[in-house]
């Protein structure tokens, strides 16, 4: 048995009927006049929060509300993790955790802590001026100093205040934007 094609009318009323439609269009659509094109949304990319702590629930939790907030968030839960996310991210803050239990400081044979961590990012110039804000669960009085002295921007003592923690972030991103911005006017003057 041979296949054999069926004959179709060389019109077509439903591709006449289509033709003949305008397209649709919903009521928070605008109108595009005819001849002009719709231009896309101007957005800024996401500011990049880089999360460093070894406990998982705040890792999630604070993650969820700079999300919320309109930040993209990477995480890292040891020195090696933070070190290789600044260098493929580029974030523009750090939120970083000073105490890591032996089993995750040890990662590498290296005895990580927030002080090497921070140390360490100092170095890169990639993260050279990528603000800081330790955050710990340890003693304030021992580390609150240290942590300003080494150049963190502020420290917050676990549990988090979120909000005032996302308001300090805001800030700072900012600041750090603003201070971004300024420099590139002055070095690429036209």
């Known amino acids: 048995m041979s296949a054999t094609a069926l004959p179709f009318p060389k019109s077509n009323p439903i591709r006449s009927l289509l033709g003949r439609l305008a397209p649709c269009r919903t009521a928070h659509q605008p109108a595009v006049p005819p001849g002009a094109e719709a231009k896309p949304p101007v957005t800024t990319p996401r500011?990049?929060?880089?999360?460093?702590?070894?406990?998982?629930?705040?890792?999630?939790?604070?993650?969820?509300?700079?999300q919320s907030q309109g930040y993209a968030v990477i995480t890292a839960m040891d020195g090696a993790a933070a070190i290789h996310a600044v260098r493929s991210e580029r974030p523009d803050l750090i939120l970083l955790d000073i105490s890591f239990p032996p089993d995750v400081a040890s990662g590498g044979s290296v005895p990580w802590d927030g002080f090497l961590i921070m140390s360490w990012l100092r170095r890169l110039g990639e993260s050279r001026n990528i603000p800081f804000i330790v955050i710990t669960g340890g003693d304030p009085?021992?580390?609150?100093?240290?942590?300003?002295?080494?150049?963190?921007?502020?420290?917050?003592?676990?549990?988090?205040?979120?909000?005032?923690?996302?308001?300090?972030?805001?800030?700072?991103?900012?600041?750090?934007?603003?201070?971004?911005?300024a420099d590139f006017d002055t070095n690429f003057q036209i």
């Open 47 to 66: 500011k990049k929060i880089l999360l460093v702590d070894d406990d998982a629930v705040i890792l999630k939790t604070t993650s969820l509300k700079l």
């Open 141 to 181: 009085a021992k580390y609150r100093d240290r942590s300003l002295a080494t150049g963190a921007a502020a420290f917050f003592h676990k549990p988090l205040d979120h909000d005032s923690l996302l308001s300090l972030i805001d800030r700072t991103v900012a600041q750090r934007t603003r201070s971004i911005q």
